[in-house]
T-cell receptor
Framework: DTGVSQDPRHKITKRGQNVTFRCDPISEHNRLYWYRQTLGQGPEFLTY????????KSRLLSDRFSAERPKGSFSTLEIQRTEQGDSAMYLC?????????????FGPGTRLTVL | QKEVEQNSGPLSVPEGAIASLNCTYS??????FFWYRQYSGKSPELIMSIYSNGDKEDGRFTAQLNKASQYVSLLIRDSQPSDSATYLCAVNADTDKLIFGTGTRLQVFP
């Protein structure tokens, strides 16, 4: 069990640029979640997948954000035309849905700074 | 109204004492409750999960759940300076996403 991994760990970009983050879940976990966390706040849900299907998207997720999980393995989160307000830590979590329990384990996060 | 509320702290306790962290939630259909620890600049790390009313113990940690009062707490016994971190309460309601509180910052001083 190698844990959830995310790449890159840090990203600095200029306003208006596109960025893409990758998340590799714990192997055999069928669910993958994306959250965003800003300073002093708890993580906020963005979207999640069960296998390759995207089951829910937050109202926070504007049309500049898109996420994919092809083949139900790794996932990517793309932000187009970045804005300074997008600066945050982007967290990925994975879980193995078993009955009514769904314990999520987080990756190290990708810290995005938009200049 | 926030869905999950925590006192932001800081909560300061001396080494060896019991730290008590509290959380209330608004959605009565909430089924699963989690405590995560987050060190500064790091990602959340799962400490405890609890699903049924009562206490659940794991080492120095005890989670307590009272669904009638919509209250969940975390007790840390024999607190150590290495326990100094932000503790996030998270609730899973009828959807599968986690709703987090803003976290309580714990400081354990020698």
């Amino acid at each position: 069990d190698t844990g959830v991994s995310q790449d890159p760990r840090h990203k600095i970009t200029k306003r208006g640029q596109n960025v893409t983050f990758r998340c590799d879940p714990i192997s055999e976990h069928n669910r993958l979640y994306w959250y965003r966390q800003t300073l002093g706040q708890g993580p906020e849900f963005l979207t999640y997948f069960q296998n390759e299907a995207q089951l829910e998207k937050s109202r926070l997720l504007s049309d500049r954000f898109s996420a994919e999980r092809p083949k139900g393995s790794f996932s990517t989160l793309e932000i187009q035309r970045t804005e300074q307000g997008d600066s945050a830590m982007y967290l990925c979590a994975s879980s193995l849905r078993a009955g009514s329990t769904d314990t999520q384990y987080f990756g190290p996060g990708t810290r995005l700074t938009v200049l | 109204q926030k869905e999950v509320e925590q006192n932001s702290g800081p909560l300061s306790v001396p080494e060896g004492a019991i730290a008590s962290l509290n959380c209330t939630y608004s959605d009565r259909v909430s089924q699963s409750f989690f405590w995560y620890r987050q060190y500064s600049g790091k990602s959340p790390e799962l400490i405890m999960s609890i699903y049924s009313n009562g206490d659940k113990e794991d080492g120095r940690f005890t989670a307590q759940l009272n669904k009638a009062s919509q209250y969940v707490s975390l007790l840390i016994r024999d607190s150590q300076p290495s326990d100094s971190a932000t503790y996030l309460c998270a609730v899973n309601a009828d959807t599968d996403k986690l709703i987090f509180g803003t976290g309580t910052r714990l400081q354990v001083f020698p």
